[in-house]
């Protein structure tokens, strides 16, 4: 199950689990669609994966199956 983490991980922007605006890579690195678009150019700098919208949970699900609270903050890697 994904892990839904909830911010990115070179802006630190929350990313709340039904965001559009999250990307992440085939390892749940997660970043919001800015820097996945710009700075990183679609790359994972943690992989080099693609980066790809992060499904969203359907909301009456995360109760039972809630989001991440550990937040991953690697600014130094992004560019």
């Known amino acids: 199950m994904l892990e ?6 070179c802006c630190d922007k929350d990313l709340p689990p039904d965001s559009t605006n999250a990307r992440i890579c085939s ?4 970043f919001c669609a800015s820097c996945a678009d710009g700075a990183l150019q679609g790359r994972c700098p943690n992989c080099g994966g693609e980066l790809l919208v992060r499904p969203r949970r359907p909301a009456a699900k995360l109760e039972r199956f809630p989001a991440s609270t550990e937040r ?6 992004c560019g």
């Open 4 to 9: 839904l983490r909830p911010g990115c991980e």
């Open 27 to 30: 390892f749940e690195c997660t």
């Open 72 to 77: 991953v903050f690697k600014p130094a890697g």
